[in-house]
Each structure stands twice: as C-alpha cells, then as structure tokens.
C-alpha cells in the first residue's frame, strides 16, 4: 500500500521552461515532506523540504507547494537546466517520527533538454 | 569528508549465502537507517538505529538484521539471500531534525 505516490514516472521538459513534479500522499499523519534528488550510481540527495504549517517554500530556482486539502505536493524547477536530469523522490514523515524513517515515493526521471 | 560510506559497491552471491554490507558515516550522526530501491518501488525502509544500542525495524525487514554498536557503523547482514533480494541497497544518516544523507549504493545480485 503505497502511502507515497508519484504517479508520472518520467517527464521531459525543455532548457529555460519550468519543470513541474507531483507528489501525492494518503496518510494524514505526515506533516513533514522532503524532495531528494538522484544521479546514476550515487545516492540520494536532499533538495528541498516543507513542513505541514506552511504551504510554500522556496530555495533558488526550487519552490515546494503543498496542499494539504488535497494531500498534495509539487516540486518546481525554473529554469530548468540540463544538469537537472536526474531522478527525483519525494518523501515524508510523520509526527515525532524520526528522520530515520522516510516514506519514499516511486520516483520521477527527470529529463531536460538543451 | 567522506560522509557516508558503503562497501562494497557491487555483490554477487549465491541463494543461501550469507553476507554483510558495511555502513560507515564519519559525521557523528545519531541517526543511521538502511534501504533498498527496487524498480517502480521507490526506496523502502528495511531498518534503522536511533543511536548505538538501539535499532528498529522498518517496513521490509524479513530476512535482515542490524546491529549498532558504535555511532559509526551500522551494518547490514542477510542471513540466507533469496534472490528476492537482489536490489539496491543505500545506508543514511542524520541527525535529529535534520534530511539524510545518503551513501552511493551497494549492487546486489542473488543468483
């Protein structure tokens, strides 16, 4: 029961244009959600988080809207560039859960074109 | 600054051979947590330590176990590998409050 969902596997997105990931979740207990960022052969790294008390946070070309009506999460990448292609996850937590225990979803290969 | 490092990057094993899949991180974290990526599955939580001494499991534990007996390492043993086993291993390590890191990965095989 995938309580993580990303269901676009992939997307492809021209240089300069924005690059839009979604991210659904089902358990109402998560109040906290991370975008990790992936490249072949390496491990997972943290992009850009969100808690549940707010609705937006941005870092540089990367923004993180949540909905929490809708259970809702979106990553936005502008501009996006080539060395965005990667795979991205996101993930989440629930209330004085530790940090060690991230619900992942499926994950979206992101691919920008020059 | 190493961060978190796992050896070995590849493995290859035989089904019923055991094995251990080593975890070091060198930033004093008290948090260390295994996973495993497989395709379409995103990355699922096998175990994890919330300090030395202490370990839980996650929501893939069968089969693995984990011990913690020093802040640095955090070991991964399959006793008897299935090749339902084959996939990605990532070990990581945080701090409380704060985002994982991760390490680049072991490959395993079961043949």
């Known amino acids: 029961d995938q309580q993580v969902k990303q269901n676009s596997p992939s997307l492809s997105v021209q240089e300069g244009r924005i690059s839009i990931l979604n991210c659904d979740y089902t358990?109402?207990?998560?109040?906290?959600f991370l975008w990790y960022k992936k490249y072949p052969a390496e491990g997972p790294t943290f992009l850009i988080s969100?808690?549940?008390?707010?609705d937006k946070n941005e870092d540089g070309r990367f923004t993180v809207f949540l909905n929490k009506s809708a259970k809702h999460l979106s990553l936005h990448i502008v501009p996006s560039q080539p060395g965005d292609s990667a795979v991205y996850f996101c993930?989440?937590?629930?209330?004085?859960?530790?940090?060690?225990?991230?619900?992942f979803g499926q994950g979206t290969i992101l691919t920008v074109h020059p | 600054n190493a961060g978190v490092t796992q050896t070995p990057k590849f493995q290859v094993l035989k089904t019923g051979q055991s094995m251990t899949l080593q975890c070091a991180q060198d930033?004093?974290?008290?948090?260390m947590s295994w996973y495993r990526q497989d395709p379409g599955m995103g990355l699922r939580l096998i175990h994890y330590?919330?300090?030395?001494?202490?370990?839980d499991q996650g929501e893939v534990p069968n089969g693995y176990n984990v011990s913690r007996s020093t802040t640095e390492d955090f070991p991964l043993r399959l006793l008897s590998a299935a090749p339902s086993q084959t996939s990605v291993y990532f070990c990581?390590?945080?701090?409380?409050?704060?985002?994982?890191?991760f390490g680049d990965g072991t490959r395993l095989s079961i043949l």
């Open positions: 990581a390590s945080s701090n409380p409050n704060q985002p994982q890191h």
């Open positions: 358990n109402s207990m998560f109040d906290y």
């Open positions: 969100i808690s549940s008390i707010k």
């Open positions: 993930a989440a937590l629930s209330g004085g859960t530790s940090y060690g225990k991230l619900t």
């Open positions: 930033m004093n974290h008290e948090y």
């Open positions: 330590s919330v300090g030395a001494g202490i370990t």
